[in-house]
């Protein structure tokens, strides 16, 4: 018997129901799309559209693929992220709605005369290319310890017109210098405590660079080493923006207390009330 998409589609929901995925029919129409090259509307408009072997023997592997769990992002390539669609692989965290709060709280704090900005761990360069594309009147830098992680970045930076504006720096933000005084320095560092890796969803865990999700014993490495770092780097009155675990936020604000530089520290929640992304201005001589 022939199978077309809508009999296609009803069997990778089911499958995926079966696994246990969140959004099987969802899951499946973007699957789908993806191994066909149509859109979800076209889906529906060529629904009696009967399937040749080779996509269907393909349609089939990529819904293997998400019942053991690897996103659905990992299996198109792509992931959107701000209204834009940015090339993904297991060599990049996928972007996560929640990182849009640290770049909205950025565009807040953002000063007219605000000149060079620093992303540090730029992963797939989400944060800087959507910067650049929103201030077109700043240069930006992006710093990544992976030089395969950093190739996507440049990708992506490339696909938004916005490469030429970006600085890429392959480095290890915690031991090299980060070259340049900046008006504002933003970071989505690793923050999941070592501990808890094993705990997250298997999309999570399987799938994403653990490099990308480890923030040592306590998940709070990172911020105490970039915290420091930053202040010798900010300009006097520039603003350092940081993602935060929905529970480190004390813990944070710990670490900036205890530096004594920094002034108008304010804590962030996403659109689900955690505490998300964690302000913090540099003090001038002036106050």
Not at 105 to 118: D, G
Request: a negative charge; glycine letters at 6%; charged letters at 25%.
């Amino acid at each position: 018997m022939d199978t077309n998409i809508n009999s296609f589609l009803n069997w990778s929901q089911d499958q995926l129901a079966q696994a246990g995925i969140f959004s099987p029919r969802l899951d499946s129409e973007i699957i789908l799309g993806h191994t066909l090259k149509l859109s979800r509307i076209d889906l529906r408009i060529h629904s009696k559209r009967v399937l040749n072997e080779s996509e269907k023997t393909l349609g089939e592997i990529n819904i293997q693929r998400r019942r053991k769990r690897e996103p659905v992002s990992k299996i198109v390539g792509h992931q959107e992220f701000w209204s834009l669609d940015f090339i993904v692989d297991g060599n990049v965290l996928t972007p996560r709605p929640e990182t849009e709060i640290l770049i909205e709280t950025a565009l807040n704090c953002l000063s007219p005369f605000a000149s060079k900005i620093l992303d540090l761990g730029t992963g797939s360069g989400i944060i800087a290319a959507v910067m650049a594309k929103e201030v077109p009147g700043c240069q930006f830098s992006a710093l990544e310890i992976d030089p395969k992680t950093l190739s996507i970045a440049k990708e992506n930076a490339a696909r938004h017109g916005v490469a030429d504006r970006i600085k890429f720096i392959c480095a290890d933000m915690r031991k090299e210098d980060w070259s340049g005084i900046y008006s504002m320095i933003v970071s989505n560092p690793p923050y999941i405590p070592s501990t808890d890796i094993h705990k997250l969803m298997p999309e999570v865990h399987n799938y994403e660079p653990i490099k990308a999700l480890d923030g040592g014993l306590k998940g709070l490495d990172f911020y105490q080493d970039i915290i420091p770092m930053a202040r010798d780097r900010l300009e006097d009155n520039g603003y350092l923006i940081l993602e935060i675990g929905h529970s480190q936020a004390s813990e944070v604000i710990t670490i900036l207390d205890n530096l004594s530089c920094y002034k108008n520290v304010e804590v962030i929640q996403d659109y689900s009330g955690y505490d998300r992304v964690i302000k913090a201005q540099k003090g001038s001589p002036n106050g």
